[in-house]
């Protein structure tokens, strides 16, 4: 369980921010899926999750950063 324990971090502010940014990925999705939207509001919606989902591959990025060099392990 060690690997998985590296993914959840509570004390981690860049965990929290990889959480706000994958959800927020998640409901624009559902947004563009669901709601007849116009062609200029679906691209921008839809520009906008793609945005949230490289941040939170930032945040989960640097968060693994961030623990490996603190850990004792080293």
Same mark, same amino acid.
């Given at each position: ?6 993914? %959840? +971090? ?7 921010l990889? %959480?706000?940014? =994958? &959800?927020?990925?998640? @409901?624009? &999705? /559902?947004?563009? +899926? !669901?709601?007849?939207?116009? /062609?200029?509001? $679906? /691209?921008? @919606?839809? %520009?906008?999750? %793609?945005? =949230? ?5 930032? &945040? #989960? $990025?640097t968060? #693994? $950063? !961030? !623990?490996? +060099? !603190?850990?004792?392990? =080293?």
């Open positions: 369980m060690k690997p998985l324990s590296r993914f %959840i +971090q509570p004390k981690s502010p860049y965990f929290w990889m %959480i706000v940014f =994958n &959800a927020l990925t998640g @409901v624009l &999705a /559902w947004v563009s +899926q !669901t709601l007849p939207l116009p /062609w200029g509001l $679906r /691209w921008l @919606v839809a %520009i906008l999750a %793609i945005g =949230n989902g490289v941040l939170g591959w930032w &945040a #989960l $990025r968060m #693994l $950063r !961030t !623990t490996d +060099q !603190t850990s004792p392990d =080293n």
